[in-house]
């Protein structure tokens, strides 16, 4: 019985660690929402943990590597190609508690984009949320490749009565991979 009770009460305070932003509330200074219900009501940033709203407001971290044609799983065409190298760029939001991943692997050899494919990852401790909502090449030429990337990070607000009401914003994320190796995401 003590041992159930102990569990309960720590499943509790982790709970409220995670879910209760009133508790530790940012100060909204833009008056701004920043983010809209799926029912249309506005939600601020009071309303909010710091950590989710790092998700929704922190800047984005991009960054890439330089990886072997065997990491990037160029499989013949890398043996092939013998001078083409490959890099990889991804693009993170979010915090500890909801975060999405965008990663896009390319071959360049300076003369041509040789190759590139893409994939997304994403995690979320409930009530908060985080989906990925599809990768797509919109733009295949030798000089450049293009992918467009969409998500949704979102926050899970408990209410008194122990409904939660979810809060979200959808983000749309540009890649762009040259054939001199040079990358970008915007978004």
Known sequence: MRSRFITVAASCGIT???????????????????????????????????????????EPIAESSDVSGEEAGAGDMGRAAAKTKYRTAQYKRG?????????????????????????????????NIAKNNGIKRYHNTTATHKWRAKNTIGAGVPTPWGDVKAYSKNYTHYFSGSKSGAWSWKG
């Open 95 to 127: 915090s500890a508690l909801m975060w999405t991943r965008d990663t896009v692997y390319f071959g360049y050899n300076g003369k041509k984009v040789t190759s590139s494919k893409a994939w997304q990852e994403s995690g979320h401790i409930f009530p």
């Open 16 to 58: 409220l660690a995670i879910a209760a932003p009133a508790a530790t509330a940012v100060a909204d200074t833009t008056g701004e929402p920043i983010a809209v219900s799926e029912d249309g009501v506005a939600v601020s940033r009071d309303q909010l943990s710091p950590e989710q709203l790092a998700a929704f407001s922190d």
